[in-house]
């Protein structure tokens, strides 16, 4: 069965330090991984997904298939950071995609 | 371009009832995904619409079902509202069924009494 599991629901960080999300999860395959956000009183959008490994916002994620996880960290987390983030994965290419519960990460100043 | 459209923004309905929920991709898109957000979960895909057809389907009962129209909005229907029924329905659009990025609408919140 797919599932994503992130274990943490709310993380609260300084601004300044350094912050990681976590984010495992359960696939038969090879999964695309990504990484969504939505900011306070906007929409849900996609920050990264691993096949393009960009570095969005200062965001990376790195897909570990023997740990199954792809965990999202910032060196430096800013206050703008604070947002619900999901992570979701997708059999390759298409569309339907898998979320975990969210993390709900608070910047503090 | 105003990106997904959703309508209405919230509804209340009683159990039982039936319900019709909307959605108008961004320009250019050809492809409808729709999810149920539950109240502190993630999104869990309903189904998805290309060329006006269901081309994939989650883990939902008969009487979630849908619609796409020519101009390439889509309908959401639920039968028969049980309590259980009350989320926030996203829709995502996007340009092709497969590998292409969805964008989501802003959902619509429904409320079963």
């Known amino acids: 069965a797919q599932r994503v599991t992130q274990p943490e629901k709310l993380l609260s960080v300084f601004k300044g330090a350094p912050v990681e999300l976590k984010c495992n999860y359960s696939?038969?395959?090879?999964?695309?991984l990504f990484w969504y956000v939505q900011y306070s009183r906007q929409r849900l959008q996609l920050l990264l997904r691993h096949i393009s490994r960009e570095s969005i916002k200062g965001f990376t994620a790195d897909l570990n298939k023997g740990e199954t996880s792809f965990h999202l960290k910032k060196p430096f987390a800013q206050e703008e950071d604070s947002a619900m983030y999901y992570c979701?994965?997708?059999?390759?290419?298409?569309?339907?995609?898998?979320f975990g519960q969210g993390t709900r990460l608070t910047i503090n100043p | 371009d105003a990106g997904v459209t959703q309508s209405p923004t919230h509804l209340i309905k009683t159990r039982g009832q039936q319900v019709t929920l909307r959605c108008s991709p961004k320009s250019g898109h050809d492809t409808v995904s729709w999810y149920q957000q539950a109240l502190g979960q993630g999104p869990q895909f309903i189904f998805q619409?290309?060329?006006?057809?269901?081309?994939q389907r989650g883990n939902f009962p008969d009487r979630f079902s849908g619609h796409q129209f020519p101009n390439y909005s889509s309908e959401l229907n639920v039968n028969a509202l049980l309590l259980g029924d009350s989320a926030l329905y996203l829709c995502a659009s996007s340009l092709g069924p497969v590998f292409y990025e969805q964008y989501f609408g802003p959902g619509t919140r429904l409320t079963v009494t």
């Open positions: 979701a994965l997708s059999k390759k290419g298409a569309q339907k995609l898998v």
């Open positions: 696939y038969s395959g090879s999964p695309e």
């Open positions: 619409y290309y060329e006006e057809e269901e081309r």
